[in-house]
């Protein structure tokens, strides 16, 4: 059992015994939970910071894709093999839904938000519903596993039953809780954001898979019999999930991973770019790209590097049991990071003030032998919920379901 001195002792050793200041005047069960935390504290993430030096990138090329015109052509073969597989029990899907709706001033999880005008209309239910297509289609349920964060595990649960998970089989459905990782300020020392509690964030969105395995649910996926994983973020309200095409597409091209994308409406379009890289599949992010790279043009006279990423990626199941042995890099990230002072005052920064620690998507995408760049249309399949209002908002979200025959 953790006690306090083991606390004490680990934290004098890390030179960061002053978050034990107020111990003594927590409840039991606080103190418990606190000595969790720091028992759980990952010491080599902190010893990162200054130390994360700019990899140079490497020789750039474009990805293995198939067009939307392209798999119009094949989409019934496409199809037939993806519906094959998921009736099966071959596919899963994978919910991140770990955030809140913070910056859409809503102080739920983020898939809460109700996108509806003329009734309710949920994020979560939209991505239920686009799910529901493709189980009718096949004629079966697909296991769908929903990441939650420690900070909206229980809210996201009590929605879902709720609303009767929006008509989906409960036991289909299995949540987990992503892993969280400590936060520090500028000298590297530990935040808290509140007494007896550390700051901390959820471990960036590559942390999904290592997350499912700690919940045990690597075994669940084996016992069902899957062998691919789709996972898909929350605030893409027309993403289409476990889509048999996509998968068919995967399969039948004998990829060990795909993406879905959406073709750049303009060179200097602010999203990560699908790439080959050394030969190997990668995601350039808009900022990293040259000029020359951004405006660069293929023989037909579109835009060399075209294939933005929408964050739904299908992966092989044993290539991701092989990957998850191999260190995920670990990325230090400059945030704003409420936290309590000396005096115990809540501050709420409006600039950066210290470092999270992330493991993000991109880095699996690069440690995978291939990846497929499958394209999408941007109006019937890409609608994020990042702002209110503006670019990609709730508002032009809100346009896109009309356009795509879904009444609010």
């Known amino acids: ?100 709706g913070t910056r859409l001033g809503f102080d739920l999880p983020k898939g809460c938000f109700n996108v509806g005008t003329s009734r309710e209309l949920y994020i979560f239910e939209c991505l239920v519903n686009n799910l529901l297509d493709v189980v009718k289609l096949a004629g079966t349920y697909i ?7 420690e900070k909206n595990d229980n809210a996201t649960r009590s929605f879902f039953e709720e ?27 530990l935040l808290l954001e509140e007494k007896g509690r550390l700051a901390t964030s959820p ?65 200097h379009e602010k999203m990560g770019l699908l790439c080959l890289e050394d030969g190997k599949p990668s995601i350039v992010e808009y900022y990293e790209m040259s000029k020359e790279m951004a405006e660069a043009r293929a023989e037909d006279g579109s835009l060399q590097y075209k294939y933005g990423v929408t964050l739904n990626y299908l992966f092989a199941l044993d290539k991701l049991e092989e990957i998850v042995n191999n260190q995920l890099s670990v990325h230090v990230v400059e945030k704003k990071i409420p936290y309590i002072n000396e005096n115990g005052e809540l501050i709420s920064p409006t600039e950066p003030n210290g470092y999270k620690f992330e493991l993000l998507v991109l880095d699996m995408i690069h440690m995978m032998d291939d990846n497929l760049a499958f394209e999408v249309e941007r109006e019937k399949e890409f609608a994020p919920i990042k702002n209110l209002h503006g670019t990609d908002s709730v508002d032009s979200a809100r346009e896109l379901l009309v356009k795509n025959g879904i009444t609010l």
């Open 1 to 100: 059992m953790f006690t306090k001195a083991d606390a004490e002792a680990i934290l004098t050793k890390n030179a960061q015994e002053h978050i034990l200041k107020d111990f003594d005047s927590l409840s039991d069960s606080k103190k418990a939970e606190f000595l969790k935390q720091i028992e759980n504290i990952n010491w080599a993430d902190i010893k990162m910071i200054g130390t994360d030096t700019q990899i140079p990138r490497g020789t750039f090329a474009e990805p293995p894709a198939v067009s939307i015109a392209q798999i119009a052509e094949n989409k019934e073969k496409y199809q037939e093999a993806g519906i094959k597989a998921i009736q099966k029990g071959e596919v899963a899907a994978v919910l991140l839904a770990g955030g809140m």
């Open 143 to 149: 296991p769908f596993y929903i990441m939650t964060s």
């Open 163 to 189: 609303h009767n998970y929006f008509g989906y089989d409960k036991n289909y459905i299995k949540f987990f809780v992503q892993d969280m990782a400590c936060a520090v300020d500028y000298k590297g020392k």
């Open 203 to 267: 471990n960036g969105n590559g942390g999904w898979f290592t997350s499912m395995v700690k919940a045990g649910l690597d075994k669940d996926l084996h016992q069902r019999n899957v062998k691919w994983i789709n996972i898909f973020a929350v605030d893409n309200v027309l993403q289409r999930i476990a889509d048999p095409v996509f998968v068919g597409a995967t399969i039948l091209g004998n990829y060990q991973s795909a993406s879905k994308v959406v073709r750049k409406v303009e060179p």
